[in-house]
């Protein structure tokens, strides 16, 4: 058994091309206790597979799988064995084809299947040229086999004891020789039919896969050498972070640090793994370590900005209807598959914020069904366009030495809601898209820099 067990996740960027994956190959080479690799699809590719899959012509969606063709036998022909390599991913090409030609509606389980193909083929040529650089033996796992998940296609919900039950028979037995490959972001569900978890999903199947084996490290590599206390494209100033602690983490992948799939901190923190995300273009850069108790506690430790949030006010018709109206409420919401971020409330009316469709971004959730089924039994008011703005350390419940601050440097700002007292470690606030990075600005300056 190697001393350590670590899961090391590749984005897309990592995968972009054979040089990309050949840096991947020298740092699984680099680093003898590394074993289980999962991956993305190269960059790019999810999202021409997920316009094959919209409501494309057929002459369209024979356009993109050329396109994706051509960019991954391109890839293949930096491998030694390149024919070798192209007759393996050329029977993946074949089923894109077949759909593309055929004129059909995108179900929801077809595009899975489709959407599947991109991870299907960078893994296939990665485990290849992770063979030719580190010359020994590479495992390719269907992931299909191991990450079971309910039937919500296009973003299905995993399935724990099922999938710690598949890592015993399918992974576990093979920890021991080889370093082993599998997809990020697919599955399938209980008829083994294929299922995604969502965009930007990988993370969170590497967390999977590591709490099924109980590993002691995550390694995430991506395209920035590390988390920063903010992003260092609207604050020149950010810095990296080398520590943080999984609930402070937790919540910048939640409150819009695009580093982290939202949900990838959750199997971490249910087995104590630590994880490190780094750069697989500078690994010898410091990355950042995510632990459970840190060192230091700043009060804050970084600042995280969310857009496209739409904020919804919703006021009780029935004011001596006293009780229920919450419960009703979040009944309609919940039957909807809305996910709510933040609450207020006051007696008779709530305002509540919810994120874009991720799915399908620039879409809201709140279609017109979900808003006739509300006017039922309130009025309803819908402002979009906002951005939440969170501040991300320890102690934020206390707001000594915090609140004046804040306040004073927030003057000018038109605050819509504020969220305070739920989490110790954030503080976040809604305000007009078109302040938020002037307000970024400001709060690093006064609170981290
Ligand atoms: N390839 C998928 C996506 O682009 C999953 C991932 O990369 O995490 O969303
Ligand atoms: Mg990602």
């Known amino acids: ?30 680093d003898s206790d590394k074993k289980i690799l999962v991956v993305s699809a190269t960059s790019g590719t999810t999202n021409l597979l997920t316009e094959f899959a919209s409501d494309v012509s057929s002459i369209r969606r024979v356009e993109i ?12 022909e930096d491998l030694r064995d390149a024919e070798g390599a192209k007759a393996e991913i050329e029977k993946i090409l074949q089923e ?15 595009r899975d299947e489709i ?31 191991l990450i079971k998940t309910d039937s919500q296609y296009g973003n299905a919900e995993p ?30 569900d209980k008829n083994g039919i294929t299922t995604t978890i969502g965009r930007g999903g990988s993370d969170y199947s590497a967390a999977l896969i590591a709490e099924a084996i109980d590993a002691d490290v995550l390694e995430v590599w991506t395209d ?25 983490a937790a919540e910048l992948s939640v409150f819009g640090a695009k580093i982290l799939h939202p949900a990838t901190m959750v199997p971490a923190m249910r087995k104590n793994i630590r994880v490190y995300v780094g750069s697989s273009i500078d690994p010898e850069k410091p990355g950042t370590w995510i632990v459970r108790d840190t060192k230091e506690h700043p009060l804050t430790r970084a600042i995280s900005l969310r857009r496209n949030q ?9 004011m001596l209807h006293r009780y229920g109206f919450l419960a009703r409420l979040f009944e309609v919401l919940s039957r909807h598959k809305i996910s709510v971020d933040l609450v207020t409330t006051s007696e008779v009316s709530v305002a509540l914020t919810l994120d874009y469709n991720i799915n399908t971004p620039g879409k809201s959730r709140l279609t017109e069904e979900v808003l006739n089924e509300l006017k039922e039994f309130c009025s309803v008011d819908i402002q979009e366009d906002l951005s939440l703005i969170a501040l991300v350390g320890n102690n934020l419940d206390a707001t000594a030495g915090l609140s004046g601050p804040l306040f004073s440097l ?40």
């Open 410 to 449: 927030l003057e000018d700002v038109n605050i819509r809601l504020i969220c305070h007292g739920a989490s110790s470690h954030n503080l976040c606030f809604l305000i007009d898209s078109h302040q938020d990075e002037d307000v970024m600005r400001t709060l690093h300056k006064k609170f981290i820099s």
């Open 65 to 76: 799988a050329k396109q994706i063709a051509d960019k991954h036998y391109a890839i293949c």
């Open 115 to 145: 959407l599947a193909m991109g991870e299907r083929l960078s893994s296939v040529i990665f485990a290849r040229i992770l063979t030719e650089e580190i010359q020994s033996p590479v495992r390719w796992l269907d992931a299909r086999t």
């Open 96 to 110: 894109l084809n077949v759909i593309a030609g055929r004129n059909q509606i995108m179900s929801a389980m077809l």
């Open 1 to 30: 058994m190697p001393d350590l067990i670590k899961v090391a996740k590749f984005g897309g960027t990592s995968m972009a091309d054979a040089a990309a994956m050949r840096r991947c190959a020298a740092i699984v080479h680099s």
């Open 310 to 318: 739409t904020l919804l006010t919703v006021h009780s018709l029935d």
């Open 224 to 248: 920035v050498t590390a988390i920063y206390t903010t992003d260092p494209k609207i604050v020149p100033e950010a810095k990296p972070i080398t520590e943080i602690s999984f609930d402070e």
């Open 159 to 188: 399935d724990i004891p099922e999938i710690e039950e598949a890592a015993k028979k399918h992974l576990i037995p093979k920890l021991n020789e080889q370093v082993v490959i599998t997809q990020g972001f697919i599955g399938s």
